[in-house]
């Protein structure tokens, strides 16, 4: 698709370095590169997903400890964004497709900063409202843009959203200190890996994952014989 009709430039048209050979040759190669960008994507999607689950049943259950039922919702949205990495085609139109995707952000950023909020026990209504509202008004906004500025709304979506982690993480530590003593190193852990995953998409960084899978090689595509 054109740069400007897709919210992410890995779905831009493009043709990566073309390999020449016989398949014996390259199919090895291309197995190995399937596994690394597409397979262990979905394994891990799909273990994200799984214990995201786990932790909002967790959090639901015991509702007076409500930070395990966000920190799963946002883990399951987490997963469902990143099935853009292995699904190519969804049974609906391209633009609705990838409206849906990028809209996913605002509720997972709804759901991360309620997680951290609450965490720490320190739950701002006004924040909750503010998340709740912009659940509602991205999807909007994204419908309401022409196909030829999406990815511009996508990247300001994008800056928002970057904005508000930084501003919750800036909130978090402080907070964290007073109410549980120290933060351990699994807790930033768990904090700092969305940042990276909002990051990915947001330009800042090139992952070997983020390629789009490569076509099987095929012995037609070349022989050394006839080179």
Known sequence: YPQNTVASRQRAGGLA???LGDQSELLPWFE???????DLAR???VCVGLMGLAMAALGWLRRQNRHPLYFGLALVL???MGTRLYVQTLPMHWRVA????TALYAPFAYAFVQFLMHYVGQPR?????????QCVLVPLLLLAVPDHRLAEAALA???LLTIEFLAAFAFFPQKAEVANGSISTSTLAMTLSPCAHVALWFGCLSLSTAAAPLSPPRDYLA???GL
């Open 98 to 101: 990838e409206i849906a995707y």
């Open 157 to 159: 979506e994008y800056a």
């Open 78 to 80: 987490w997963a469902l």
């Open 125 to 133: 209504r006004a924040v909750q409202k503010a998340l709740a509202w």
């Open 17 to 19: 370095t073309v390999w």
């Open 43 to 45: 394994v891990i999607g």
């Open 223 to 225: 022989r050394k014989a």
């Open 32 to 38: 190995t590169r399937q596994f690394w960008n597409i």
